[in-house]
């Protein structure tokens, strides 16, 4: 079986688990009976430790290869799946949310690293890793609804918890990979230093974290929005799926376009969308309002998310481009600790419905920033030598 394959199959089971994950986890916190800043805490606090592991693996990745990190990225959720179908309390819950925080701290380093040096197109390639992640989310989030409604809590999270496991095996056999290039002087953190001097590695983390805005939103507050506007689970499963529906359209046929010239444009006009998306999701009382702003949100957030990671590859080398995935990728785990921490908070006082419209607003704006970002970000790319050869 050819490399790529085994690493999009894990990859693909891997966020089957993570789609199965967005679902059951706010819902089963609701069943609990926590009120909507201990939901929120709950996605926000264990980011913390991701955002991290986020950054060691990046270094770890640069210097060892990425094998063994995806076999952690696996066991890690596996273990919180096995946690969740116990959990009978905020204290339980938090330590299944630090088990997926863990695999989910290093685990798109490990694997976007080893993507960006798969033979093919870069873009190509990075294309058909997002679409094995977009595929798998649609079939988790959409499948978990609908188990969910037949069965129950404990069936889904072991469901989650089994996937993760044929992740892991599935990683076993991917071969020992290799880095490109001289690793960075200065020890394992020894990249972080010219990284962090760039501009342009600061625009990557900021689409990072817009594009991942669909993500924290869509395992935390988006289900119980949803269900406060009158949808049952089996219909929040396959809408919110539909993020990923579009975020797969964007990987597969979209790569090329977002790796030319026009690609700066197309990531503003993307991070616009997902503000103007989550507003109309805030209003969505039919199917088909909510069919439309999640697809457009999916389409948005999968430009976003190629931009950054063919920009990071294109200012980084062989030697320190796990470094440079996580530190712009740690833009993930910023939105993650912020976005449902805020919108709780903020929900508390307005509602979900004002406080999705006030969320969706900020990033409309800040998506009509990121045009005089990027030119004030693009310096040119011999500064620091860290373009890639």
Request: aromatic share 8%; proline share 4%.
């Amino acid at each position: 079986m050819p490399t790529s394959l085994r690493l999009f199959s894990s990859v693909f089971l891997w966020n089957f688990g993570l789609g199965v994950s967005h679902i059951v986890i706010p819902l089963y916190a609701g069943h609990l009976g926590f009120s909507l800043v201990t939901i929120g805490s709950l996605f926000a606090l264990p980011v913390i430790l991701q955002f991290v592991l986020g950054l060691i693996s990046g270094a770890t990745t640069d210097r060892w290869g990425g094998k063994a990190t995806l076999v952690i990225a696996c066991g890690a959720p596996l273990a919180g799946g096995l946690i969740f179908s116990v959990a009978d309390s905020l204290m339980m819950m938090l330590a299944g949310q630090m088990a997926i925080s863990i695999g989910r701290g290093v685990f798109w380093p490990a694997s976007q690293s080893i993507a960006s040096v798969l033979d093919g197109d870069r873009s190509v390639q990075m294309g058909r890793l997002n679409a094995s992640v977009s595929m798998g989310q649609i079939l988790g989030t959409a499948g978990a609804g609908l188990l969910l409604a037949a069965t129950g809590f404990i069936t889904v999270f072991l469901t989650f918890a089994a996937l993760n496991l044929l992740a892991l095996l599935i990683c076993l056999l991917l071969p020992q990979s290799k880095t490109e290039g001289e690793p960075p002087k200065g020890g394992l953190f020894g990249a972080f230093g010219p990284l962090l001097k760039t501009r342009r590695i600061y625009y990557a983390l900021l689409c990072a974290y817009i594009c991942a805005q669909p993500v924290s939103l869509g395992q935390s507050f988006l289900p119980l929005l949803f269900e406060a506007n009158g949808f049952q689970p089996d219909e929040i499963g396959p809408i919110l799926s539909l993020r990923a529906v579009g975020a797969t359209f964007s990987a597969l046929l979209l790569a090329k376009i977002i790796g030319s010239g026009r690609g700066p444009l197309l990531a503003a006009l993307g991070a616009s969308v997902i503000g103007i998306g989550l507003i109309i999701a805030a209003r969505a009382d039919s199917a088909e309002s909510a069919v439309v702003a999640m697809t457009f949100i999916g389409i948005s957030a999968g430009l976003l998310l190629l931009f950054y990671q063919l920009l990071v590859s294109e200012l980084s080398h062989g030697g320190n481009r796990g470094t440079a995935l996580a530190i712009a990728g740690s833009g993930w785990s910023l939105s993650h600790l912020t976005a449902p921490f805020i919108v709780g908070l903020i929900a508390e006082g307005t509602g979900l419905e004002q406080a999705f419209t006030i969320w969706g607003t900020g990033l409309f704006v800040l998506g009509l920033l990121m045009v005089p970002l990027n030119r004030w970000t693009a310096v040119p790319a011999e500064a620091g030598g860290l373009t890639a050869k």
